[in-house]
């Protein structure tokens, strides 16, 4: 695996000693001077937010992933807000502000093209099922920050940075974890699980995409709680899912819900897919085309390609393995249609499991079925007009390109694909708008000339002159 995170040096900063700082029994705030995080690194807006809210007596910081990807040296992909003003007082500071959620009222603060996310200091809930089920229902408790801290999930993630004062205040060890490139639960990991199984999946992604050891104790709990993602809302489940896919650590993070049994409940089909590799003779790389599809994701534009290509990649090799080593293995019926049914039936289960729109199910399916056909298309013919018109094929071309990626194999064939759609689609669009001045057809033409004599005349039927008005 290819860690995206960096090491010791990149999070030591001048002036800053990391070594000084403890890990499972922090009582008081550790509050660091960093000149570490270069303002410009900052989302202006986002400090404007904070010291509109420190003019008026509150207490703010940038909280969670951005502070954790700051502090990496990577690119935060937004600016979240914690601070100690209640939502009205949020919304009474700013004119730009609305307050969504129900669970928990947040503030979005709106700027032209981005909203800054901003929360109240949140307390645990605190409350248990009568049959001990710890499950979150609701956490609308406002607290003080070092109560938000402690109810966050990892410690990397329980990092607060002060902006104004250049400071980062850490609760729980978090920064000791992200020198040692550790994944570790806030409190006791068995209980952090059974709050939000969906902490799970978050876990193997943080630890795929950065490339992060799981603390012991953490894993044992992902492994021990898997199967109460079963009582998580489907939406929730499937929306982790994708952000896995679209992390650049996607190969690494399925390896690890492979390797900790998640796959087997998020996707059974995969993890299928993946256990009959020895009938498949793959003992020395068991599922290595859907590893190298994974792979080729990660290193692409990954942010462009629709969920339905991402979720094609996945799914084409165990439709692939259905196809010609007996359906019966996944539990489907032989039936006419080829790779696109078999497709179809898999995904049936998922809209089913996990609440797949049935609409995306659809595509998914039109896209398995059409990589056969495209691999048979020959360079020296056009594609058909018929198969580039689909609504389908720019994405059945996406999916293509990651398999060119992944094997190496059919680049001329991909380019000869896209020349022809390119062609197709200026084809189209010079056909919907009419001929370009100049390049009309004869009737045409000829009326341009007989506009151009402006007035002079011209022969009308039978050789008969004719005035134009």
């Not at 040096?9 to 008081?28: N, P």
């Not at 690119?75 to 007082?89: C, I, N, W």
């Not at 040692?180 to 799970?200: A, F, K």
């Not at 609504?391 to 680049?411: H, K, N, T, Y």
Request: charged letters at 30%.
């Amino acid at each position: 695996m290819t860690a995206r995170a960096t090491g010791k040096k990149d999070i030591e900063t001048s002036g800053e000693v990391t070594e000084e700082i403890g890990v499972s029994s922090v009582q008081q705030p550790v509050v660091v001077p960093t000149r570490g995080i270069p303002p410009a690194k900052i989302d202006p807006d986002a400090l404007k937010v904070i010291r509109r809210l420190n003019r008026f007596g509150h207490t703010a910081y940038l909280v969670g992933g951005c502070v954790r990807d700051l502090l990496l040296k990577l690119t935060p992909k937004d600016f979240d807000l914690a601070t100690s003003a209640h939502p009205g007082e949020i919304r009474k500071l700013f004119r730009n502000c609305r307050l969504i959620g129900r669970r928990f009222r947040l503030a979005h603060i709106l700027f032209r093209g981005k909203v800054i996310e901003t929360a109240t200091f949140r307390a645990a809930a605190g409350e248990q099922a009568p049959d001990g089920d710890l499950l979150i229902h609701s956490d609308n408790v406002f607290g003080d920050e070092q109560e938000d801290a402690l109810r966050r999930d990892f410690t990397i993630n329980g990092l607060f940075y002060d902006p104004v004062k250049r400071t980062l205040v850490d609760y729980v060890g978090g920064l000791e974890d992200l020198v040692g490139r550790t994944l570790r639960y806030i409190g006791s990991p068995d209980v952090r699980t059974r709050e939000d199984p969906v902490r799970i999946l978050r876990a193997l992604k943080f630890a795929g995409r950065l490339g992060f050891t799981i603390e012991p104790a953490t894993l044992r709990a992902i492994v021990r709680y898997r199967s109460h993602l079963e009582k998580c809302a489907a939406p929730r489940l499937l929306e982790e899912i994708f952000r896995m896919l679209r992390s650049g650590g996607s190969e690494a993070c399925f390896r690890l819900m492979w390797e900790t049994g998640v796959l087997k409940i998020m996707m059974p089909e995969v993890a299928r897919y993946l256990s009959r590799a020895p009938e498949r003779d793959e003992e020395r790389e068991p599922g290595g085309g859907l590893w190298a599809y994974l792979s080729a994701i990660d290193g692409s534009e990954r942010e462009l390609l629709s969920n339905a290509v991402l979720l094609a990649a996945v799914l084409l090799h165990p439709v692939a393995d259905a196809a010609g080593n007996g359906e019966e293995s996944y539990g489907i019926k032989p039936a006419p249609g080829g790779q696109g049914e078999i497709a179809r039936q898999m995904l049936r289960g998922m809209v089913m499991r996990l609440k797949l729109p049935k609409r995306q199910a659809e595509r998914v399916q039109q896209l398995v079925a059409a990589q056969r056909r495209l691999l048979k298309m020959k360079n020296t013919r056009p594609p058909p007009r018929a198969l580039m018109r689909r609504a389908s094929f720019p994405e059945a071309l996406d999916l293509f390109e990651i398999g060119v990626r992944a094997c190496g194999e059919g680049r001329r064939t991909l380019l000869h694909l896209r020349r022809a759609f390119l062609k197709e689609g200026t084809s189209a669009r010079t056909s919907a708008m009419g001929p370009a001045p100049g390049r009309g057809s004869a009737p045409d033409r000829a009326a341009g000339r007989g506009h151009r004599h402006h007035g002079r005349g011209r022969r009308g039927r039978g050789g008969k002159k004719t005035e134009i008005s």
